[in-house]
C-alpha cells in the first residue's frame, strides 16, 4: 500500500535485536514543560509493537531549532521523562539537531547513529520532509521500515490527495503566502474550492486592489496571487476581517488599542487579525457542504481571545462537517484541541509541513530513502 515502503512486519524477527526509531518529539513546551503531547503518544503504537516483540528500542528525535551544538533550551529531558511514563524502557538520545551533521546530512553522523543498531524505523512523519541524516540516512546501512504513524499518515493523505470525495474543500491559513504557495498551486488543481483566511488573506487582498492597513503583507507575493485569483479557480476571501486599532499589541490587552470589524479594505495603522463573523459564517457554510475537507493553518491570532472566534467558527464547522476532515499539524491542530475538537475530526496530522509537502509532492524524503532499503522489495 505504501508502495514500495517496507513496514514493520518486512524487519523479520525483531526479537534480540537493537531498532533505532525516528520519532518527531518536536512538541511545543512552555518553561520546560510539554504543552501537548500528542506527537508522543501518536509514536506509541510503534514503540510497544517493537517491545512487545523482543527488540530493544533507540528512539531519537530533534527539537526546535538548535543552531548544530547543544543548546539547554532545546534538550529533550522533558520528553525523556514523559517518555519514560509512557513506554517504560525505550531509551531515547539527545537531541539531534545538537549535532552539525543532522541538518547537514552528513555521512560521520549517520554512521555515529546506526552504530552498534540491528535496523532503523522511521515513525516521525511531521519530519519526513526533511533530508537530514537521522531521516534519509539509515536506510542505506539497516534493514528499515515505516512505523505505524508514518504509514497512517501517508495512508489517509495520499487518499485524500489522490482519491479526493467531492466536493473537496481545502482551507488555509496561517502567515505566510510565500510558505505555502507550492501547495496552494498544487491544491487550486485537485479542489472543489479553497478556503482562505489567516495572515496570508492580506496578500490576496492586496492583489486584489483592497488596502491592508498594518497587516501582514508580501509584496513580494502579490503578483502570484494575483494570478491564482485570475487563473478561474473557486477561492474564497474573507468579507469582513476583525482589526486591531493604532497602539494595541498582539497578546495583551491591557496595552489598549481598539478592536473593530471593517470589511475588506482597513484604514491606515489597523492591523487585520482575525477573519470577521460574516465571513465565519460564510466559510462554515463552504465547509458544510463539502465531502472532504482539508484544514492547515488558522483564521487569526487565536492565541489572543480577542483574535480567536475565527478559528474557533472554523474549527467547529469542519468538526460538524459530516464530510471526511483532515486537519494538517502545527497551528490547527493545536487550535482544534484547545476548542476540545480533535476527537470529532476524522483526522488531526501530526505534520504541519510534511503534510502539505506529501499533498504538493505525492512523496517526501523520508519515504523514497525507506524503498532504497537493503529489505525493500
Ligand atoms: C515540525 O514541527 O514541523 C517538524 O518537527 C519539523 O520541524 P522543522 O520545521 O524545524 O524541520
Ligand atoms: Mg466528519
Given at each position: 500500500m505504501l508502495n514500495g515502503v517496507p513496514?514493520?512486519?518486512d524487519l523479520g524477527d525483531?526479537?534480540?535485536?537493537?531498532?533505532?526509531?525516528?520519532?518527531?518529539?518536536?512538541?511545543?513546551?512552555?518553561?520546560?514543560e510539554i504543552t501537548d503531547d500528542l506527537r508522543i503518544r501518536a509514536a506509541l503504537p510503534t514503540l510497544s509493537w517493537l517491545q512487545e516483540r523482543g527488540a530493544t528500542v533507540t528512539a531519537c528525535s530533534h527539537l526546535g531549532r538548535p543552531k548544530g551544538a547543544p543548546?539547554?533550551?532545546?534538550?529533550?529531558?522533558?520528553?525523556?521523562?514523559?517518555?519514560?511514563?509512557?513506554?517504560?524502557?525505550?531509551?531515547?538520545?539527545?537531541?539531534?539537531?545538537?549535532?552539525?551533521?543532522?541538518?547537514?546530512?552528513?555521512?560521520?553522523?549517520v554512521a555515529e547513529l546506526v552504530a552498534g543498531q540491528d535496523a532503523y524505523v522511521n515513525d516521525a512523519f511531521g519530519a519526513s520532509h526533511r533530508a537530514h541524516a537521522s531521516i534519509v540516512g539509515p536506510p542505506s546501512f539497516l534493514p528499515s521500515a515505516a512505523g505505524r504513524l508514518l504509514e497512517k499518515e501517508v495512508?489517509?493523505?495520499?487518499?485524500?490527495?489522490?482519491?479526493?470525495?467531492?466536493?473537496?474543500?481545502?482551507?488555509?491559513?496561517g502567515s505566510k503566502v510565500s510558505d505555502k504557495l507550492g501547495v496552494i498551486n498544487?491544491?487550486?488543481?485537485?479542489?472543489?474550492?479553497?478556503?482562505?483566511?489567516?495572515?496570508?488573506?492580506?496578500?490576496?487582498?492586496?492583489?486584489?486592489?483592497h488596502r491592508v492597513g498594518s497587516s501582514l503583507l508580501e509584496e513580494d507575493q502579490v503578483d502570484s496571487c494575483r494570478r491564482l485569483l485570475e487563473g478561474g479557480a473557486t477561492i474564497h476571501l474573507p468579507s469582513d476581517i476583525t482589526a486591531l486599532g493604532p497602539g494595541g499589541k498582539i497578546g495583551d490587552p491591557s496595552a489598549g488599542g481598539e478592536v473593530r470589524q471593517f470589511g475588506r479594505d482597513l484604514p491606515d495603522g489597523w492591523m487585520g487579525l482575525d477573519i470577521g463573523p460574516g465571513t465565519a459564517a460564510e466559510f462554515?457554510?463552504?465547509?458544510?457542504?463539502?465531502?472532504?475537507?482539508?484544514?492547515?493553518?488558522?483564521?487569526?491570532?487565536?492565541?489572543?481571545?480577542?483574535?480567536?472566534?475565527?478559528?474557533?467558527t472554523v474549527a467547529e464547522a469542519v468538526a460538524d462537517c459530516r464530510g471526511f476532515t483532515v486537519v494538517g499539524g502545527g497551528d490547527s491542530a493545536a487550535?482544534?484541541?484547545?476548542?476540545?475538537?480533535?476527537?470529532?475530526?476524522?483526522?488531526?496530522?501530526?505534520?504541519?509541513?510534511?503534510?502539505?509537502?506529501?499533498?504538493?509532492?505525492?512523496?517526501?524524503?523520508?519515504?523514497?530513502?525507506?524503498?532504497?532499503?537493503?529489505?525493500?522489495?
Amino acid at each position: 500500500m505504501l508502495n514500495g515502503v517496507p513496514q514493520l512486519e518486512d524487519l523479520g524477527d525483531v526479537s534480540g535485536r537493537r531498532v533505532l526509531v525516528r520519532c518527531d518529539f518536536n512538541v511545543p513546551t512552555a518553561d520546560g514543560e510539554i504543552t501537548d503531547d500528542l506527537r508522543i503518544r501518536a509514536a506509541l503504537p510503534t514503540l510497544s509493537w517493537l517491545q512487545e516483540r523482543g527488540a530493544t528500542v533507540t528512539a531519537c528525535s530533534h527539537l526546535g531549532r538548535p543552531k548544530g551544538a547543544p543548546d539547554p533550551k532545546y534538550s529533550l529531558d522533558p520528553v525523556r521523562n514523559r517518555l519514560a511514563e509512557l513506554a517504560p524502557g525505550v531509551e531515547l538520545l539527545e537531541n539531534l539537531r545538537f549535532s552539525a551533521g543532522e541538518t547537514g546530512n552528513d555521512p560521520a553522523f549517520v554512521a555515529e547513529l546506526v552504530a552498534g543498531q540491528d535496523a532503523y524505523v522511521n515513525d516521525a512523519f511531521g519530519a519526513s520532509h526533511r533530508a537530514h541524516a537521522s531521516i534519509v540516512g539509515p536506510p542505506s546501512f539497516l534493514p528499515s521500515a515505516a512505523g505505524r504513524l508514518l504509514e497512517k499518515e501517508v495512508e489517509v493523505l495520499l487518499a485524500v490527495r489522490n482519491e479526493p470525495r467531492r466536493p473537496f474543500i481545502s482551507i488555509l491559513g496561517g502567515s505566510k503566502v510565500s510558505d505555502k504557495l507550492g501547495v496552494i498551486n498544487a491544491l487550486v488543481e485537485m479542489v472543489d474550492a479553497l478556503v482562505i483566511g489567516g495572515g496570508m488573506c492580506f496578500t490576496f487582498l492586496a492583489a486584489m486592489g483592497h488596502r491592508v492597513g498594518s497587516s501582514l503583507l508580501e509584496e513580494d507575493q502579490v503578483d502570484s496571487c494575483r494570478r491564482l485569483l485570475e487563473g478561474g479557480a473557486t477561492i474564497h476571501l474573507p468579507s469582513d476581517i476583525t482589526a486591531l486599532g493604532p497602539g494595541g499589541k498582539i497578546g495583551d490587552p491591557s496595552a489598549g488599542g481598539e478592536v473593530r470589524q471593517f470589511g475588506r479594505d482597513l484604514p491606515d495603522g489597523w492591523m487585520g487579525l482575525d477573519i470577521g463573523p460574516g465571513t465565519a459564517a460564510e466559510f462554515s457554510d463552504v465547509i458544510a457542504e463539502a465531502r472532504q475537507v482539508l484544514w492547515n493553518g488558522p483564521m487569526g491570532v487565536f492565541e489572543d481571545p480577542r483574535f480567536g472566534a475565527g478559528t474557533r467558527t472554523v474549527a467547529e464547522a469542519v468538526a460538524d462537517c459530516r464530510g471526511f476532515t483532515v486537519v494538517g499539524g502545527g497551528d490547527s491542530a493545536a487550535a482544534v484541541a484547545q476548542f476540545d475538537l480533535a476527537d470529532r475530526i476524522d483526522h488531526v496530522s501530526t505534520g504541519g509541513g510534511a503534510s502539505l509537502e506529501l499533498i504538493e509532492q505525492g512523496d517526501l524524503p523520508g519515504l523514497s530513502a525507506l524503498r532504497g532499503a537493503p529489505n525493500a522489495k
